[in-house]
């Protein structure tokens, strides 16, 4: 099992950043794939990013291309998610999720994912 725990969030202007953390525990999490999703309020969970474990593979959703970025630091046992040109609509709490997955291939479906951190809050203002 891996339990994850994500930090970073906060208020931001647009056009600001933010990176987020998400801290694993598990001495095997360098064998788990990894997601980050996100809620509005009154709206579905939606992917955004997804990175591989061994073959660095990633993949954003079309929505944050060129703006987001994902990483990460198996010494560490936490992934990151750098978010740059931020715009209000991407306002919303950030997951991330981890799951065990072949070498070098992402997971961009949240029922892809057994387990998940307990969000972080991003706000974007205009």
């Known amino acids: 099992q891996v339990q994850l725990v994500e930090s970073g969030g906060g208020l931001v202007q647009t056009g600001g950043s933010l990176r987020l953390s998400c801290a694993a525990s598990?001495?095997?999490?360098?064998?788990?794939?990894v997601g980050w999703f996100r809620q509005a309020p009154g709206k579905e969970r939606e992917f955004v990013a997804a990175?591989?474990?061994?073959?660095?593979?990633?993949s954003n959703a079309d929505s944050v291309k060129g703006r987001f970025t994902i990483s990460r630091d198996n010494a560490k046992n936490t992934v990151y998610l750098q978010m740059s040109s931020l715009k209000p609509e991407d306002t919303a709490v950030y997951y991330c999720?981890?799951?065990?997955?072949?070498?070098?291939?992402?997971?961009?479906?949240?029922?892809?994912?057994?387990?998940w951190g307990q969000g972080t809050q991003v706000t974007v203002s205009s």
């Open positions: 999720a981890a799951d065990l997955g072949q070498p070098g291939r992402v997971l961009v479906t949240a029922a892809s994912y057994a387990y």
């Open positions: 598990g001495r095997t999490f360098s064998r788990y794939a």
């Open positions: 990175i591989s474990w061994s073959v660095p593979t990633t």
